[in-house]
């Protein structure tokens, strides 16, 4: 398994954007397909958006689209995740994932996004 470490939360006002990284290490990054997920506090974790081991294929939630961009560098072992136009109902844990054929067995520690109104 590949291990991921995230990074780039942080306490934002509506509107605002942050980056978010997940990097990896072990495994070779560039075989897996990587997603980003979320967890709000008394919910369930939900699918955010996901990329595919090339990068050429990218899928997104209803909720994030034209938000959220999700993109790699396979170079440097690493997954982001752009957030423009952040509202309240983004604040969540946000934890990267990754695995063959988009079926996620590898999950990061997460990092916590707050958005404030």
């Known amino acids: 398994q590949v291990q991921l470490v995230e990074s780039g939360g942080g306490l934002v006002q509506t509107g605002d954007s942050l980056r978010l990284s997940c990097a990896a290490s072990?495994?070779?990054?560039?075989?897996?397909?990587m997603g980003w997920f979320r967890q709000a506090p008394g919910q369930e974790r939900e699918f955010v958006a996901a990329i595919s081991w090339s990068g050429g294929k990218t899928y997104y939630a209803d909720a994030v689209k034209g938000r959220f961009t999700i993109s790699r560098d396979n170079a440097k072992d690493t997954m982001y995740l752009q957030m423009n136009s952040l509202k309240p109902e983004d604040t969540a844990v946000y934890y990267c994932a990754a695995g063959e054929d988009f079926e996620f067995v590898s999950w990061g520690q997460g990092t916590q996004v707050t958005v404030s109104s």
């Open positions: 072990g495994r070779t990054f560039s075989s897996y397909a």
